[in-house]
């Protein structure tokens, strides 16, 4: 006996296929309806924020700014600085959303800052600033001075506060510049002598005419040669 064809697999019937448009058209509307709805929620948090960021209630004193500083830092006398460096209020909104932004601008514009890690508001309303400061690292000699300049291992040149100490100090007399404090000395003896310094521990160095020439705390000689 002859075994009978199977039957051809029907085709979708058309009211199941609409049905699985309908049902991803609906899925697509209340995905969309759900974005709107965040994105409304954003922009009326951003209104409220810009519509109180004059009031008193939310200005916290630029004075009361909290971070973490060195001890070569004066707290007062550095937030000074940074305000008239950026030419900025008394007292700054915690909740304008663009304050985060405005303070990593002024701190980064400071000869003191290297990097600016994050700015937030407390739950007090209260300012937080977690800053990277430039260290001094090696004492330079500029010509027609008689006192020493600090830069750090960057050679980066630091403000005229900047604690010369105990610092390394490159024997070699660097030529007069318009070089700012926050600058990297254009003087390539001086970069290089600062990322030496950071290596090695040196009371003196000096540029010599094989490489360079380290006297080390206790008294030893260190000689590098240049390539």
């Known amino acids: 006996m002859a075994k009978r064809k199977p039957k051809p697999a029907e085709a979708p019937r058309p009211r199941v296929v609409k049905h699985f448009l309908t049902l991803g058209l609906k899925i697509v509307l209340a995905l969309c309806a759900i974005g709107g709805l965040f994105l409304g929620l954003s922009y009326l948090g951003d209104f409220a924020g810009q519509q109180v960021a004059g009031d008193s209630r939310y200005l916290a004193p630029m004075a009361e700014v909290e971070f973490e500083a060195p001890p070569y830092i004066i707290k ?10 950026s030419q900025l209020p008394e007292a700054i909104s ?4 663009n304050t985060p932004a405005v303070l990593r601008s002024a701190f980064l514009k400071h000869p003191w800052i290297a990097e600016v890690k994050e700015i937030v508001v407390t739950k007090e309303g209260k300012l937080h600033a977690d800053l990277v400061f430039r260290k001094p690292m090696l004492a330079i000699r500029i010509a027609d001075r008689q006192d020493y300049r600090a830069v750090d291992a960057t050679g980066v040149l630091l403000p005229e506060a900047a604690p010369i100490g105990s610092l390394p100090v490159l024997l070699s007399v660097i030529e007069r510049t318009e070089t700012l404090p926050g600058q990297r000395h254009p003087d390539s003896k001086v970069v290089r002598a600062a990322e030496l310094v950071a290596i090695h521990p040196a009371k003196t160095i000096e540029r010599t005419q094989d ?17």
Do not use: H, M, N, Y
């Not at 915690?94 to 959303?97: I, M, T, Y």
């Not at 490489?211 to 390539?227: D, H, N």
């Open 76 to 85: 007062p006398a550095f937030l000074t600085e940074v305000r008239s460096i």
């Open 94 to 97: 915690s909740v304008d959303a």
């Open 211 to 227: 490489g360079w020439r380290i006297t080390e705390p206790g008294g030893k000689v260190l000689k590098i040669a240049t390539p």
